[in-house]
């Protein structure tokens, strides 16, 4: 069964840190183009960063450059956004997805897998 299985959401307090997994079963994440969108209450859902699956490089949203970091590991065929120095303006429902296309697109539409969804409050 092809599917995007999400995991390590959770309350944060401004400053923390936290690390969400997206791990692929059914399909070789490698082969794929990662991406990392997120969907704030009352917002429309934002792409905030993506990772070439042809010469591995990333785009990152303004709004999360320099705290923000995507990963891969292929062996766990699983992979990870690091997001550190959190503000309460990060709170959202966070989504992995995979677009077959090589490079790195945040345009929701080229996306095929989504995973389910993990949120992330950021509060005191």
């Known amino acids: 069964q092809v599917q995007l299985v999400q995991s390590g959401g959770g309350l944060v307090q401004p400053g923390g840190s936290l690390r969400l997994s997206c791990s692929a079963s059914?399909?070789?994440?490698?082969?794929?183009?990662i991406g990392w969108f997120r969907q704030a209450p009352g917002k429309e859902r934002e792409g905030i960063s993506c990772?070439?699956?042809?010469?591995?490089?990333?785009y990152y949203a303004d709004s999360v450059r320099g705290r923000f970091t995507m990963s891969r590991d292929s062996a766990k065929n699983t992979a990870y956004l690091q997001m550190d120095s959190l503000k309460p303006e990060d709170t959202a429902v966070y989504y992995c997805?995979?677009?077959?296309?090589?490079?790195?697109?945040?345009?929701?539409?080229?996306?095929?897998?989504w995973g389910q969804g993990t949120q992330v409050p950021v509060s005191s």
């Open positions: 059914g399909f070789p994440l490698n082969d794929y183009a």
């Open positions: 990772f070439a699956s042809n010469d591995g490089s990333t």
């Open positions: 997805a995979t677009d077959p296309q090589p490079g790195c697109t945040v345009g929701a539409e080229w996306y095929d897998y």
